[in-house]
């Protein structure tokens, strides 16, 4: 697909070498944040980049970015402010409503729909306004 980029790098709100940590018993919640439980984890060094950066690689315009980032979301679209010109940014937000409210006010131009499924995880739907 010629126009979908993926990029081998972690997402921050600042570029800098980081651990990934990468749970031993799924596939799945690697994180640059270390769990709190007591899961086992591998740690492996990676580079971390801004939004703002990735998506000047790219060039303008960006029609979707999809997030899954384990709980740098606030963080990471706080920085930004080419987010704004995407058409679409969805995603899963682990968290409570206060973290989900928190973080859609960063996008006051955006229509927004989020549902939960379970209740502590929230897909949210973002679509900018013309």
């Not at 993926?6 to 640059?32: K, M």
């Not at 990676?46 to 997030?67: A, M, N, R, S, Y």
């Not at 940014?89 to 968290?95: A, F, M, P, T």
């Not at 206060?98 to 955006?110: K, M, Q, S, T, Y």
Request: include cysteine; charge should be negative; glycine fraction near 4%.
């Amino acid at each position: 697909m010629p126009k979908v980029f993926l990029h081998p790098e972690a997402v921050g709100d600042r570029g800098a070498e980081a651990f990934l940590y990468i749970p031993e018993s799924r596939h799945s919640a690697s994180s640059l944040r270390r769990p709190s439980n007591s899961e086992r984890v591998r740690k492996v060094v990676c580079q971390v980049k801004p939004l703002d950066e990735i998506l000047t690689e790219i060039g303008q315009p960006v029609d979707l970015v999809k997030f899954d980032i384990e709980g740098v979301e606030y963080e990471v679209f706080a920085a930004s402010r080419l987010v704004h010109q995407v058409e679409w940014i969805v995603g899963e937000l682990k968290g409570s409503s206060p973290e989900v409210e928190r973080l859609i006010a960063l996008f006051p131009e955006h229509f927004i729909e989020v549902l939960r499924n379970p209740p502590n995880v929230a897909y949210v739907f973002l679509k900018r306004e013309r």
